[in-house]
């Protein structure tokens, strides 16, 4: 069972950093316009 | 009008510092990604523009570019160009703080749904461990674990519950989030005082799973509103609320109405609404007053003659004196009488408060009894407190607080795609509970543009040269006509008279349009107005032929179906007009109306619905214009055309969009729909508890089962919520 000591960790600071790139997300104003993101991944120009 | 005016946009430019200014654009017709491509390629082509992009969800635009030569009116014209209609943006005040709201509930949803599961992913081995052969160290670190993510994690989710619930029992009253603020802050505690004495239980997973759930309804309930009100603000701000300010004598500008003060003059043209209240100092013309009065006949407007926003200006130009807010204006009065109506609407409590306010003492109460009965049984006070905190967590509201806010959120998307946006959380349950409905008739039955009644009568040919000739006036009679004649190419050389009309020479015979006298047709006019009285008069002569035409408001293309099916779901109408009776009453006769009363005044309006609310009708008022905001605030319900004056739209329950009525029966359906299935919800909740209660009474529950019966109530409330997106037609 030390293998926890390693396992445990390693779990919370994954799960961790998926709060902390959304929070992120967040902050940058990704969920501002949810539609036209819909939009934009499949226009042309840019 | 010589005077060419300049159009001043500072009042909405932010300054960014470093050389940059921004500026947002509500835009009119955004609704595809070739829009959004087509604008942004647009803007960007201009010099010194550095950021040109398009919100698809909000429909604006937001711009920045380098200071200097570049005037924000080029943005306005270049967007004219690409085929949009665009106008400044100034984010209010309350729309701002609903975002950062909005963006709150957010983090604490992030925060609380991270901890959820992780904690579920230490609960899982601790639940199997628990009848297999986990060694009691490990319980223990697994649950000192839980409690390291799951009681920091709860303090900052829990914020919006516990903020919310501390000022209910600040003002000693209770809603849902004392129940649910205790029922987290014992299971939370009692959990720590387990895990402290080694004990096998620990509820750390079903406190967090039940704070996630109750965001996510949270969430949902808070968008609703915002995306209503971004939608409002941007109509408000397209309705292009300008002004023609005079800098000087002979220098005009026009500003916003935001910009405009008390004591500045301002340009009022034909054809145009007048955007401010103020008195009349130069100039004579005809106004329109039926935004505010609801009175069709036009006023003669000449100095000393006080005109309101709304009021729309007939034949000449008016110089206006904008006053400062008097005391005894009919703004002024119309004020008055909307903050007592709001003050009373106020006094409804919502479904959700209703049920929390059943809810909660009983809950309390069943906890308390069963501490006590398992004491009086002969159980140590440890387990009987310990048994009475699990009753308290499997009959907290999880369920009870998302059953309401997803049917808010599915039918208000369902309202929204049928052109009805809603204004107010509660106005769903409102609505479904009205049983009379009271229309005005000005704007709300009719149209606010004028339509010719009389085009049959009248030759293909003379209609379109007439039409062609309107063309060149700026009367809002004569652009009905050109309108009605479906008119493109105005005729060369044709002279406008004020106040009379057109003329201009057309294959060597003089045609003009305008009034009857200015035709030679006033007494062919006298004998048409006996016949309908209601309609303004146009004339149109062509040599010695004259021809009359008959402008006024039509009714809404659907409304006496929409009316026929009113009556048929069982809603009593009725018309409440600030109009003369001659006017209603052919409107109401042509609807099928019984029920109708005319040249009612605001403050009889609201006599009106006083005394129907006294026989215990539940009264929907639909009207727009400036009369009938105190009586849309004191009806149960309310509902307004978006073309009203803003004053109005601001205090409706819901508004609709475009010509058809067809709106205001399809969100009585969907409120119907949606109050059925909020009920049907509350009563899956309590349902679903109901069945755990005794369990955890009995001092069965385990934090498995506190789980799976939160999860379990709260998916099936959802997934119920669907159903409000469609109704069943009958």
């Known amino acids: 069972m030390e293998v926890l000591v390693i396992l445990v960790p390693l779990a919370l600071s994954l799960g961790l950093a998926g709060l902390v790139a959304f929070l992120w997300s967040l902050k940058s104003g990704q969920y501002e316009d949810l539609d036209g993101a819909a939009w934009r991944a499949i226009s042309d120009d840019d | ?730």
Request: proline residues 4%.
């Open chain 2, 1 to 730: 009008m010589a005077m060419q005016a300049t159009r001043d946009f500072s009042h909405y430019v932010k300054d960014l510092g470093s050389g940059l200014k921004h500026i947002d654009l509500a835009v009119e017709g955004v609704s595809c990604a070739g829009c959004m491509a087509k604008i942004e390629r647009g803007l960007s082509a201009l010099p010194d523009v550095t950021l040109a992009r398009v919100n698809l969800t909000n429909r604006r635009v937001a711009l920045e570019w380098k200071q200097g030569t570049l005037d924000p009116a080029r943005f306005i014209d270049r967007l004219a160009e690409l085929g949009y209609k665009a106008y400044p943006f100034e984010t209010e005040r309350a729309e701002a703080s609903e975002a950062e709201q909005s963006r709150f509930l957010l983090r604490c949803l992030a925060v609380a749904a991270f901890a959820t599961m992780n904690v579920m992913m230490l609960s899982i081995p601790v639940w199997s461990g628990n009848v297999s052969d986990m060694l009691p160290e490990q319980r223990d670190f697994f649950h000192w674990l839980s409690a390291l993510i799951a009681l920091p994690a709860a303090a900052y989710a829990g914020q919006p519950f516990f903020r919310s619930a501390w000022s209910a029992l600040c003002t000693r009253g209770v809603n849902m989030d004392v129940p649910i603020s205790i029922g987290v802050i014992l299971a939370l505690g009692m959990s720590l005082v387990e895990t402290v004495n080694h004990a096998e239980h620990a509820y750390f997973d079903a406190a967090i799973m039940l704070l996630t759930f109750l965001l996510v309804g949270r969430f949902l309930d808070q968008n609703m509103r915002r995306r209503t009100r971004a939608v409002a603000g941007n109509l408000a701000a397209l309705k292009a609320e300008t002004a023609t300010k005079f800098l000087s004598a002979e220098e005009i500008t026009v500003v916003p109405v935001a910009a405009i003060q008390p004591g500045d003059v301002v340009l009022l043209r034909p054809g145009e609404r007048c955007a401010v209240d103020g008195t009349v100092i130069d100039g004579r013309s005809e106004i329109d007053q039926s935004l505010i009065t609801g009175e069709t006949v036009h006023v003669p407007a000449e100095q000393g003659t006080p005109v309101y926003a709304g009021s729309l200006n007939m034949s000449g130009s008016l110089r206006v004196r904008v006053s400062a807010a008097a005391e005894g204006t009919l703004l002024a009065e119309i004020t008055r009488l909307l903050d007592n109506a709001l003050q009373a609407r106020s006094r409804y409590m919502r479904l959700a408060d209703r049920a929390s306010r059943l809810y909660a003492p009983v809950v309390h109460a069943t906890a308390l009894v069963t501490v006590l009965g398992w004491v009086l049984l002969g159980a140590s006070w440890h387990d009987a407190i310990v048994t009475g905190v699990a009753v308290l967590i499997i009959t907290c509201p999880c369920a009870l607080g998302l059953a309401i806010p997803t049917v808010q959120t599915v039918a208000s998307g369902a309202m929204f795609k049928a052109g009805v946006l809603l204004n107010a959380g509660d106005a769903i349950e409102r609505l479904a509970e009205a049983d009379h409905v009271v229309f005005d008739k000005t704007g709300t039955l009719t149209l606010p543009e004028l339509e010719v009644t009389n085009a049959a009568e009248i030759p293909a040919d003379v209609f379109s040269l007439a039409g062609r000739l309107a063309l060149s006036s700026h009367h809002p009679v004569a652009s009905a006509v050109a309108q009605a004649a479906n008119a493109r190419s105005p005729l060369i050389g044709a002279v406008e008279e004020p106040g009379q009309g057109v003329r201009a020479e057309f294959d060597g015979v003089e045609i003009r349009l305008g009034r009857p006298s200015f035709c030679g047709a006033a007494a062919l006019a006298a004998a048409r107005a006996d016949v309908d009285p209601e309609a303004s008069i146009v004339a149109f002569s062509r040599g010695e032929e004259k021809y009359l035409f008959a402008v006024r408001q039509g009714l809404r293309p659907d409304a006496k179906a929409i009316i026929t099916a009113l009556k048929r779901r069982g809603l009593e109408t009725e018309i409440l007009s600030g109009d003369r009776e001659v006017a209603v009453r052919a409107a109401a006769a042509a609807l099928g109306i019984a029920e109708w009363r005319a040249g009612v005044t605001p403050a009889d309006k609201i006599a009106r619905i006083e005394q129907l609310k006294r026989q215990g009708r539940k009264v929907m008022m639909v009207g727009d214009g400036m009369n009938d905001a105190p009586s849309l605030a004191a009806a149960h319900v309310s509902m307004s055309p978006i073309s009203a004056a803003h004053l109005s739209q601001s205090t409706a329950d819901l508004v609709f969009l475009g010509k058809p009525l067809a709106p205001v029966l399809a969100a009585i359906d969907f409120a119907r729909q949606a109050l059925h299935l909020m009920r049907q919800n509350l009563l899956l909740a309590i349902a679903y508890n109901a069945l755990a209660v005794p369990l955890a009474i009995a001092g069965l529950v385990t934090p498995l089962i506190a789980a799976a019966a939160m999860s379990g109530s709260s998916i099936l409330v959802m997934l119920n919520a669907l159903r409000a997106r469609s109704v069943r037609r009958s």
